[in-house]
């Protein structure tokens, strides 16, 4: 079979990014660009007028051969069929993230902020090019259908995906990985042996067969969809009992995405309470990415805190597999094979976990940035160290300083900042950490905080390859997402109902109230 | 009472179908022939959703599963209907399909002449099934075969 289809799609891809590029370099764009963004200067700039040139020259030349090119059977073929669709995601992605969602902060910034929230429209439901990319994935995917010469490489979100999760590896610090591991172990090891086994006690009530009772409680408990298409063979769930399943799994996890973080915005909650909330109390793993760059668009620490979470718990999967294959067995007696345990271990490992623990490894050597730097970021107030003299605050900010010093009641703190009055910058790290714990304290007023904040980014510098890293995460989850979001369909969706439906509800909205609670009371503002 | 030597069935098995089959067995001629058209619906395709986190191995252990479980169930409907069939000396043609059930009948209606459809009747709300109608208006306005419609039971058919 030839995959490879022959259309001018990807040449038209191709082109259309060589076109933006060549707006924004001739200036072309430029009112385009003001209006997006008034008042400040655009802040996709460096990538607007770099990523549509190389990925529009490789479209192009792909495209050509795609379309005037002959193909023959085989695995190069099959492989390069997968590029068009992931150029097409990839394309969508750009628009979204460079016109859509900064058109949308325009316009509700222009409606003003809600109520007393201090927070406008777009903040308040998340209206992001996340959030944006994965309705345009299900809209496109639902109204217009995937056309066929991208079918075969809307597959490539999940590279994305994984690939993300495999780079984030490099980001964490020991102490982070041990505390926030330690956390996800206790809150995972809870909420999926709690939900798993109030799913198994409210079936047998209710009287739904094993194979449903299996299959429903690995979906709601674990990790989603992922852990209903695991279970399903090992429990030998029937159709209609998977059908029932993912499609309320896929309600309920679309639903969550949007909601969560609303709800984090309007509870003030920090990166680290939403990251564990929604790492714990979506049922799907696919949206509890979704919601945590939802949440933080601008940022990776919500989702640095999140996939943690969906790291154990698709650690955990094959233990629950194991769990459910045993009960299975045990509860239909003679009438189902064996549990082979090391056959479940090894098919279930998520392997990329391998990649994960690797670049974390890596990152501990010092390979991408010194090991003394916390987050690949470090402490620079000489210019050799990347301080600008621009950022030496002036007379006037140094007014506002010394007029608020006496409002602030501990020593260190009060030290930190008369050495910053003196000198004009932060001059060590123990000072930037007082700094920062003013900044966090919020005891001063808007505008002297607007100055510590200032002076605390102008000391504090980001290794280049971490910098690089960490833009090329959020490209491969947004990317990642907007496929994932092509995969999503109503008419699976509309399968939600029967046992599955009252189920899925009850121990949902359970473990989301119930998670929400814990971590409010228990997960500080920090790791 | 007017009889038709050739019918067309859509059947699944459901309440509804079962309701359907009877009234084609009633409007069958002697020796007519009944072909059931059963439509394996294309929301299965995306039934793996948004999974991500599993690797090729189990996808395609689910993918087989799942093909194989549904054709179990379509083959347990062909036996079932074929015996009912022929039960009453008519004679049986299955016709298995997959993807949107409303074009694959009028795939059928293309390709073979027949005297009457027989449907069942969409499931009423709250009933339990998947959801996957064959009734829609846009079929009946493209149909030019006379069409039969069951009646929802009211207590499921024997």
């Known amino acids: 079979m030839i995959y490879t289809q022959k259309s001018p799609a990807l040449l038209i891809i191709g082109l259309s990014m060589l076109a933006i590029w060549s707006g924004v370099e001739t200036g072309l764009l430029n009112p385009l660009l003001e209006h997006l963004s008034p008042d400040k200067p655009y802040k996709y700039l460096n990538e607007v007028s770099s990523l549509p040139l190389y990925f529009g020259v490789i479209a192009v030349v792909t495209g050509c051969w795609h379309w005037l090119g002959t193909h023959k059977a085989g695995h190069l073929d099959y492989y390069s069929s997968t590029i068009a669709g992931g150029m097409l995601i990839l394309f969508i992605t750009m628009l979204i993230r460079w016109f859509i969602a900064p058109q949308i902060e325009v316009m509700s910034t222009g409606i003003g902020l809600i109520g007393n929230t201090g927070k406008y429209v777009h903040e308040l439901l998340g209206l992001n090019y996340v959030v944006l990319g994965i309705v345009t994935g299900i809209i496109i995917v639902n109204v217009f259908k995937v056309p066929g010469w991208a079918q075969n490489g809307v597959r490539l979100s999940r590279l994305g995906l994984k690939t993300g999760v495999i780079l984030l590896g490099a980001l964490y610090s020991a102490a982070e990985l041990k505390n926030l591991g330690g956390l996800s172990i206790i809150m995972i090891g809870i909420f999926v042996l709690g939900s798993v086994g109030i799913v198994l006690w409210i079936g047998s009530r209710r009287k739904i067969s094993n194979s449903m009772g299996g299959v429903l409680s690995a979906g709601m408990g674990v990790c989603g969809v992922s852990a209903t298409v695991a279970v399903a063979p090992v429990v030998q769930a029937k159709p209609v009992e998977i059908a029932y399943t993912i499609g309320t799994i896929l309600l309920w996890g679309v639903g969550c995405m949007f909601v969560f973080p609303i709800i984090g915005h309007l509870l003030d909650m920090s990166y680290v309470q939403f990251g564990a909330w929604a790492g714990t109390g979506i049922l799907n793993s696919a949206q509890v990415a979704g919601a945590a760059l939802a949440f933080q668009p601008d940022g990776i620490e919500t989702l640095m805190v999140a996939e943690i979470f969906n790291i154990t718990r698709v650690l955990i999967l094959p233990v629950i597999v194991l769990w459910l294959a045993i009960w299975y067995v045990k509860k239909e007696g003679a009438v189902s094979s064996e549990v082979n345990v090391g056959h479940v271990v090894i098919t279930k490992f998520p392997v990329f976990v391998l990649g994960f623990i690797c670049m974390f490894a890596l990152s501990t050597t010092g390979a991408f940035a010194p090991a003394s730097h916390y987050q690949g970021k470090y402490f620079g107030n000489t210019q050799a160290q990347g301080f600008k003299q621009e950022n030496l605050l002036n007379s006037a900010q140094i007014g506002v300083l010394r007029a608020e010093i006496n409002s602030i009641d501990r020593t260190e703190h009060r030290a930190a900042m008369r050495s910053l009055i003196e000198n004009g910058k932060i001059m060590t790290v123990e000072d930037d950490n007082a700094i920062r714990s003013i900044i966090n304290a919020s005891a001063l007023s808007g505008q002297a905080i607007e100055i510590l904040s200032a002076a605390h980014h102008a000391v504090r510098h980001t290794a280049e390859k971490i910098e690089a890293f960490r833009q090329w995460i959020t490209w491969l989850f947004a990317f990642g997402l907007v496929g994932l979001g092509m995969q999503i369909t109503v008419s699976a969706m509309r399968q939600a109902g029967g046992e599955p439906a009252i189920i899925g509800g009850i121990v949902g909205f359970i473990k989301a109230a119930l998670s929400l609670a814990v971590v409010i009371l228990i997960v500080d503002d920090t790791v | ?158």
Not at chain 2, 72 to 77: A, G, I, N, S, Y
């Open chain 2, 1 to 158: 009472m007017t009889l038709f030597k050739h019918i067309l069935l859509a059947s699944h098995g459901t309440s509804g179908a079962v309701a359907a089959e009877n009234m084609a067995l009633q409007v069958c001629a002697s020796e007519g022939t009944i072909d059931h058209l059963i439509v394996v619906p294309e929301f299965w395709q995306g039934m793996t959703g948004d999974d991500w986190l599993n690797n090729g191995v189990t996808r395609d252990q689910f993918s087989n599963y799942l093909q194989t479980e549904l054709g179990k169930e379509v083959d347990q409907q062909c036996d079932r209907l074929h015996r009912k069939v022929s039960a009453h000396a008519f004679n049986y043609h299955s016709l298995i399909f997959f993807g949107r059930p409303g074009q694959a009948l009028l795939q059928c209606l293309k390709k073979q002449t027949y005297d009457l459809i027989v449907l069942g009747s969409p499931r009423p709300r709250r009933m339990p099934g998947l959801r996957s109608t064959l009734l829609t208006k846009q079929l009946i306005t493209a149909i030019q075969t006379a069409v039969l419609i069951a009646p929802y039971p009211k207590q499921p058919p024997a």
